[in-house]
């Protein structure tokens, strides 16, 4: 008797992705998280009017980047007339992460056709990439996964752009002195937390923040991409010395 097809995440119907009891769980998993989203998304988008992009343009950056962290740290380089090769490569920097992202995703979804891999890649976030290793950690392709990743984006995309939409409505209403900034920073010190899971996270995580600190005195804010730079070394590092340790390869993110 010839041994069954192995289950895949190709191509199921929209109506089966949405009734599907997984895509359910994916989107209830997230909505537990969605409240840091919705205030980093609110900050983000009060960000963009307040460093001075028209809105057009700021409309333009929320829906085309979808990377807070990314934007954020590109926004005060475009307010100091920056020159545009640091811009891009601070956001490169910043998103590097991505690329690890997608070296873990690869086993899951490296079958499907392209076009939908270039769909997951732009509605990749780095809290659904955790939720979804938490509910799916054996890298095989099963049928339940499409769902599950559906579930998960419909609640950090909707919340992401819906609040971002909002602070960019309501920039010019909101006064500085709310300290919208340092909310936004708390609610991505929270997000970063639950990202810091072993040794090795934590491990990339201090050196990260080390470095960051010692390299505050240089111009553009590239003490951002110092940070990542060495946080992306140490993870490196750590999946060379202790390639069995599940989460060392993850370090760098």
Not at 36 to 41: M, Q, R
Not at 129 to 136: E, G, I
Not at 140 to 148: C, H, I, K, N, S
Not at 153 to 160: F, G, M, P
């Amino acid at each position: 008797m010839p041994d069954a097809a192995p289950a895949t995440t190709a191509a199921p119907s929209h109506a089966r992705v949405w009734q599907h009891p997984e895509f359910r769980r994916g989107a209830r998993e997230m909505t537990g998280i969605a409240l840091g989203l919705a205030a980093w998304g609110l900050v983000t988008g009060v960000a963009m009017v307040k460093s001075g992009l028209p809105i057009p343009l700021a409309l333009l950056m929320t829906f085309v980047v979808f990377a807070g962290s990314a934007q954020l740290a590109s926004l005060p380089l475009i307010a100091s007339d920056a020159p545009i090769w640091v811009v891009w490569a601070t956001a490169a920097c910043v998103n590097l992460r991505f690329v690890i992202f997608s070296a873990g995703w690869r086993p899951y979804f490296g079958h499907l056709p392209l076009r939908q891999r270039l769909m997951h890649g732009y509605f990749t976030a780095d809290l659904n990439y955790v939720m979804f290793m938490r509910r799916f950690p054996e890298p095989r392709p099963t049928d339940e996964q499409g769902p599950y990743f559906w579930g998960g984006v419909a609640i950090n995309w909707v919340t992401w752009q819906g609040m971002s939409l909002l602070g960019i409505a309501l920039a010019d209403r909101i006064p500085t002195a709310w300290g919208l900034g340092f909310a936004g920073t708390l609610a991505l010190i929270g997000l970063t937390g639950s990202l810091l899971v072993d040794k090795a996270t934590w491990i990339a995580a201090a050196v990260a923040a080390c470095a960051a600190v010692a390299a505050f005195a240089l111009p553009f804010k590239l003490n951002i991409v110092v940070a990542i730079a060495a946080a992306v070394a140490i993870g490196v590092l750590l999946d060379h010395f202790n390639p069995s340790a599940p989460q060392a390869g993850k370090a760098a993110s």
